[in-house]
């Protein structure tokens, strides 16, 4: 079945780096649109980044253009997320999420990974 | 950015009940409209995309409707695995942006 699963979370101090990984499982992984969403109490759900199945297409949020990359190896089928200068209002459950359309952009997630917690903190 | 206003922010119900939840989009969105549902503890499922076209293995007894800037999920009649947080997406506009979120509790 359709599965991703991410990994890479942890306590991290404000300043700091992480790379946050998604591995996927049950699909033709490379014809996909994959994106990154992040949850938390205070801000609720915010869409972060998407790449395209070739990886040529990336788009950002405005609000984390310039410390968040977002990248694929489609040889491991697999979706990244490096964040850099990582603040405390970075603090989330990540979710990676594949578009729900074939080949193309829907903005429609479907499935979502379980999830992996960032805490910023010192 | 379109923003995305749900209401109400929670709800209690019983089994049984008619529940309906209001999401207006900040401008017309036609019917890019999805609902997700949200247990906790676990990620967001996708249960109705381009506001009235449910996903598989959906209960019928979702419903979703609206066009341009006010949309309704409905539950005609409340199951205990229905008791979840709901959230609604607009994908008009990049970048998507959702609702803050119904909760549904047990009355």
Known sequence: QVQLVESGGGLVRPGGSLRLSCEASGFTFSDYYMSWIRQTPG??????????????????????????????????????LQITNLRVEDTAVYYCARDHLRYNWSGWFDPW?????????? | DIQMTQSPSSLSASIGDRVTITCRASQ??????????????KAPQLLISATSSLQDGVPSRFSGSGSGTDFTLTISSLQPEDFATYYCQQTYSTPPTFGGGTKVEIK
């Not at chain 1, 990974?113 to 010192?122: A, E, I």
């Open chain 1, 43 to 80: 801000k609720g759900l915010e869409w972060i980044a998407y790449i395209s199945g070739s990886g040529y297409t990336i788009h950002y949020a405005d609000s984390v253009k310039g410390r968040f990359t977002i990248s694929r190896d489609n040889a491991k089928n697999s979706v990244y």
């Open chain 1, 113 to 122: 990974g379980q999830g992996t917690l960032v805490t910023v903190s010192s």
């Open chain 2, 28 to 41: 017309a969105i036609s019917t890019h409209l999805n609902w997700y549902q949200q247990k906790p503890g």
